[in-house]
């Protein structure tokens, strides 16, 4: 079994400023994907960034973009310019890649309320 | 453009009652599945499904069935309610493989007294 932790249970930056989200894992697994999925009041689950786990190079999505060292089993999530529509909670998350179209679900961090402040 | 449509959005029960919570999507997705999110909590797979007539348990499914009749649809029943059972509940959908966007649908208010 894997398991996802987010060490910032809340953060607090003004805005256009840079903040960066942490996030750990555990897993025993070689291939994976990696998540950073967005969580707004309204409760709705946005997907922010994914990264495979055999790709070197870091993903980037606009003002958004990860820090995945692999080795380490570490995946922060950097916003840079952060703006008021950024206040939400932020869930790291974790999948096993499978071979042959197969699937099972998504293993979520506890997460971190991130609040911007004008 | 639907997506992933849950109702109810919400609910109260009292405990010991049963209930479906419905799940639609109109993605043509075969992967389905429902998560829980508690206070203070990330989601919680209960259910999924891989296609039609093929499920499985995530990490949490006591006190839940589910079942895929058909690609659109993957209700979660809860058959006797308990506090415990209190949460969110979120239905979501995929195309099959893992990696690939996973959809997730409003959420379900779900008190139980």
């Known amino acids: 079994a894997q398991t996802v932790t987010q060490s910032q249970p809340e953060m607090s930056v003004q805005e256009a ?7 750990t894992y555990d897993t025993s697994e070689s291939n994976y994907y990696l998540f950073w999925y967005k969580q707004p009041p309204s409760r709705q689950m946005i997907l922010v960034i994914r990264q495979e786990a055999y790709k070197q190079q870091n993903a980037t999505e ?3 973009s990860v820090n995945f060292q692999k080795a380490a089993k ?45 | 453009n639907a997506g992933v449509t849950q109702t109810p959005k919400f609910q109260v029960l009292k405990t010991g009652q049963s209930m479906t919570l419905q799940c639609a999507q109109d993605m043509n997705h075969e992967y389905m599945s429902w998560y829980r999110q508690d206070p203070g909590m990330g989601l919680r797979l209960i259910h999924y499904s891989v296609g039609a007539g093929i499920t ?13 009749s058909t690609t659109e649809d993957f209700p979660l029943r809860l058959l006797s309610a308990a506090p415990s059972q209190t949460s969110v509940y979120f239905c979501a959908s995929s195309r099959t493989g893992s990696g690939n ?12 007294v």
């Open chain 2, 101 to 112: 966007t996973i959809y997730f649908g409003e959420g379900s208010w779900l008190t139980v």
């Open chain 1, 17 to 23: 400023e840079t903040v960066t989200l942490s996030c």
């Open chain 2, 56 to 68: 499985d348990q995530g990490e949490v499914p006591n006190g839940y069935n589910v079942s895929r």
């Open chain 1, 62 to 64: 606009n003002r958004f």
């Open chain 1, 74 to 118: 570490s995946f922060s999530l950097k916003i840079s310019d952060s703006q008021l529509g950024d206040t939400a909670m932020y869930f790291c998350a974790f999948m096993k890649a499978y071979s042959g179209g197969g699937a099972d679900g998504l293993t979520f961090g506890k997460g971190t309320h991130l609040i911007i402040q004008p």
